[in-house]
């Protein structure tokens, strides 16, 4: 199959790569992109596991074909911390250990990230439909949800 | 194996023409929640991949001057959440469209989609066939015009002929003390398959229904526009009576499948519990418009 030459935005920063015209952005994230943050669970779009924002749309990454991100902005896992200084969402979820074995953890994190970004005060009923798509089986949700609610009083109070 | 393609035209033409080519290889790509996970299964092939959302047309929403709405074909769930009007004038469509999948899928997922996949179970189907869409066609022949609920033939087939790509959805202009909404039955609360979906657009004057209209879906092979409940309802002040006799007309209409999420008489009967449930909340969203 011929390679197709893919550009686009990923964090910010200019990117390009090459693709089979197949290979979901998930594969193209993982593979010539280098960006392992985004994590494959189920492969068909049920578990969040590879949550992107795709020009601030939430969007699971496995679900998307990578020559679909030609000229757009594109936000991963990757982007969240500034340099050392970790997001407050990522700072909440370490402190109130709202992860275990972690798998969940980058598409919990830019999924609530999204969220906040819609609606900065949401009730934990918001809260808990909005992340019906990203599946946990470790922390039984609580924590996360915790997390989340209290991050977003936190960022609410600066 | 053969090579893939992938195409992203500006123009329906152009998407036309290459869709045509391609044949039976051909697949059109507008959120992708459907055909990528059919594709990852193997249980489709492509040999050409057109996607559809650089075509302005498909990917926007317009409130036309006389009050209705177009929405292009491939507008993804959360554009039509994020529409300042569209979930005030038809907020029973916007419900159905917005309990695809989650939040993800909702990103890209679009009612399009939804209907040319042609699941029974499809949520925004009938809503969309309640509301009394009308879906226009483009093919190799030129454009033409269909009620939302001729599109579907069976489960994953659709009577779109080949080479032709739904286009948009036009929901009519709205009289005064009209609304809808959509109900679905899953066993958990959310992120599942209907058991049974319900949608039911409705004008209220002066307490009587005037007009109304009840899509059935998941209970079929195909999403049912009910006229017998739609007969029941009109014409009453939404007593027991009629409502009773229209619940029944969608118990009627039901000719469902046994399968893990439901059994024959469990569907037939939450059609009717459906049905009285959805109208309540669209005659109470009616009185105040």
């Known amino acids: 199959m011929a390679k197709v030459h893919v550009t686009t935005t990923i964090n910010g920063e200019p990117s390009e790569f090459l693709c089979e015209p197949n290979d979901t952005m998930l594969d193209a994230l993982r593979g010539p992109l280098g960006l392992t943050g985004s994590k494959e669970g189920c492969a068909s779009g049920d578990c969040g596991a590879c949550s992107i924002t795709v020009d601030d749309n939430l969007v699971c990454s496995c679900l998307m074909l990578a020559v679909e991100s030609e000229g757009h902005q594109l936000r991963t896992i990757e982007g969240m911390a500034q340099g050392d200084k970790l997001h407050p969402l990522q700072q909440k979820f370490l402190e109130m250990a709202a992860l275990q074995c972690g798998i969940c953890t980058s598409g919990m994190l830019v999924a609530s990230d999204a969220l906040l970004k819609r609606n900065p005060k949401p009730s934990e009923e918001e809260v808990r439909f909005w992340l019906a798509g990203n599946l946990c089986r470790c922390t039984g949700y609580d924590k996360i949800v915790r997390a989340v609610m209290d991050t977003a009083a936190e960022m609410r109070a600066q | ?289």
């Open chain 2, 1 to 289: 194996m053969t090579e893939l393609r992938y195409l992203a035209p500006n123009s329906l033409d152009e998407a036309i023409k290459a869709f045509v080519a391609a044949g039976s290889a051909g697949r059109i790509l507008a959120g992708g929640t459907d055909l990528l996970v059919q594709m990852r299964a193997g249980v489709v092939k492509p040999g050409l991949i057109v996607d559809i959302k650089k075509i302005s047309e498909m990917t926007t929403i317009e409130e036309t001057a006389d009050g209705g709405f177009r929405v292009g074909a491939a507008v993804s769930g959360m554009a039509l959440h994020d529409h300042p009007r569209f979930g005030k004038v038809w907020p029973g469509v916007l419900e159905a469209v917005n309990l695809i999948g989650s939040k993800q899928v909702q990103g890209r997922a679009s009612a399009g989609g939804n209907l040319c996949n042609g699941s029974p179970a499809g949520d925004s189907v009938p809503a969309m066939v309640a509301a009394g869409a009308i879906v226009t066609i483009q093919g190799p022949d030129g454009r033409r015009e269909l009620p939302v609920e001729q599109v579907p033939a069976g489960p994953g087939r659709t009577n779109l002929k080949p080479g032709e790509i739904v286009v948009s959805f036009a929901l009519p202009p709205r009289p005064k003390g009209s609304s809808d909404a959509y109900l679905r039955m899953i066993p958990r609360t959310e992120m599942d398959i209907a058991v049974v979906g319900l949608g039911v657009s409705l004008t209220l004057k002066d307490g009587v229904c005037t007009a109304a209209r009840v899509g059935l879906g998941a209970v079929a092979p195909t999403v049912l526009l009910v006229e017998s409940a739609a007969r029941a309802l009109i014409g009453s002040k939404l007593d027991d009576a009629a409502l009773n006799a229209a619940a029944a007309a969608c118990s009627a209409a039901c000719r469902p499948i046994d399968d893990k999420r439901g059994t024959i008489a469990y569907r037939t009967k939450v059609a009717g519990v459906l049905l009285k449930r959805t109208t309540a909340i669209a005659a109470k969203r009616a009185e105040g418009n």
